[in-house]
């Protein structure tokens, strides 16, 4: 079964850059039949999705945040990765990576990590 | 942007009792919806896409209805690990949306 794992560092600085990895275990990151997203939810609030990246590099992103949000993908370490910068509190999240079947819905999710801005 | 509002923002149920929970869309999304649920600390349960299907493994007592701009999601019969908060999701236009949710708390 698929399974889906964020990684990267818990506190950012504002104003600098966010990054986090999604390691895609258990399944294939290239297959033609989906996409891969980034999800995040601010304590206490609602989701907000950020981007999906497609196994040859082709992206979408939210416009609300496409001024300031990289998704990338190497294949060959079955990862995908997420960039923020220039990072203020309002990016405090716990941001979620996820399999997005073509045009549908996200299913599965990894756990989530938290990123917290802070100096 | 589509705006995905759910309704009420907070449902008290008894278990066993029977929850009905509401998303409306801003504008017609067709059947393009998904419903989740998501308990503290994890990530969230896909339960029903295409407006009415149920995901894989997911219970009887979820059901999903609705087109257009107006959904539902029921529950029949409480149990004492349906009480979570319920996200909608429209995946029918792009930037994707999810409602704000709603928490469905023991009475």
């Known amino acids: 079964q698929l399974q889906l794992q964020e990684s990267g560092p818990g506190l950012v600085k504002p104003s600098e850059t966010l990054s986090l990895t999604c390691t895609v275990s258990?399944?294939?990151?290239?297959?033609?039949?989906?996409?891969w997203g980034w999800i995040r939810q601010p304590p206490g609030k609602g989701l907000e999705w950020m981007g999906n990246?497609?196994?040859?590099?082709?992206?979408f992103y939210n416009p609300s945040l496409e001024s300031r949000v990289t998704i990338s993908v190497d294949t060959s370490r079955k990862q995908f990765s997420l960039k923020v910068s220039s990072v203020t509190g309002a990016d405090t999240a716990v941001y979620f990576c996820?399999?997005?079947?073509?045009?549908?819905?996200?299913?599965?999710w990894g756990q989530g990590a938290l990123v917290i801005v802070s100096s | 942007e589509i705006v995905m509002t759910q309704s009420p923002a907070t449902l008290s149920v008894s278990p066993g009792g029977r929850a009905t929970l509401s998303c409306r869309a801003s504008q017609s999304v067709s059947s393009d919806i998904a419903w989740y649920q998501q308990k503290p600390g994890q990530a969230p349960r896909l339960l029903i896409y295409?407006?009415?299907s149920r995901a894989t493994g997911i219970p009887a007592r979820f059901s999903g209805s609705g087109s257009g701009t107006e959904f539902t999601l029921t529950i029949s019969s409480l149990q004492s690990e349906d009480f979570a908060v319920y996200s909608c999701?429209?995946?029918?236009?792009?930037?994707?949306?999810f409602g704000q949710g709603t928490k469905v708390e023991i009475k």
């Open positions: 258990d399944g294939s990151i290239s297959s033609s039949s989906y996409f």
């Open positions: 996820a399999r997005v079947a073509v045009g549908n819905w996200f299913d599965p």
């Open positions: 990246v497609y196994h040859n590099g082709n992206t």
């Open positions: 999701l429209q995946y029918d236009q792009w930037p994707r949306t």
């Open positions: 295409g407006a009415s």
